[in-house]
């Protein structure tokens, strides 16, 4: 057994008897990972479904920023992608305003690390 393995299982066991703030204790155990993304993604759905909006937003963009965070490109994207995915499979479970507003956060977010990597590039 190891962390990489047995911090996901037992987030996933939490959420599955609905312990979601026992699931949130372990995050900062976790290393960065997909994995990781997707699992704050899982949260924040199952605060979206408890009706905890504003913790529900504030899970999906923890999910976003671990995705964006992860230095493998190919990885980045795959992570983005099922944060994605799992973000717009909550549109009728989440209100608009929040799914519209963490979309834009998101996209605000992607688009400075793009600038900065672009300057970055330029002045390196």
Not at 48 to 67: D, H, P, S, T
Not at 70 to 79: H, M, S, Y
Not at 90 to 99: C, F, K, Q, T
């Amino acid at each position: 057994l190891n962390k990489e393995t047995v911090m996901p299982q037992l987030v996933r066991a939490y959420l599955e008897v609905g312990f979601i703030d026992r699931a949130v204790q372990l995050l900062p155990f976790m290393d960065a990972s997909g994995e990781k993304a997707l699992l704050c993604a899982e949260l924040a759905k199952n605060y979206a479904m408890r009706g905890e909006e504003k913790n529900a937003e504030r899970m999906f963009m923890r999910a976003f920023q671990e995705a964006t965070a992860l230095a493998d490109e190919e990885g980045k994207e795959k992570a983005v992608t099922q944060v994605s995915i799992v973000l717009t499979s909550m549109s009728p479970g989440i209100s608009n305003s929040v799914l519209r507003h963490t979309l834009r956060k998101v996209v605000e977010q992607i688009g400075d690390r793009k600038i900065r990597s672009v300057t970055a590039t330029k002045n390196g």
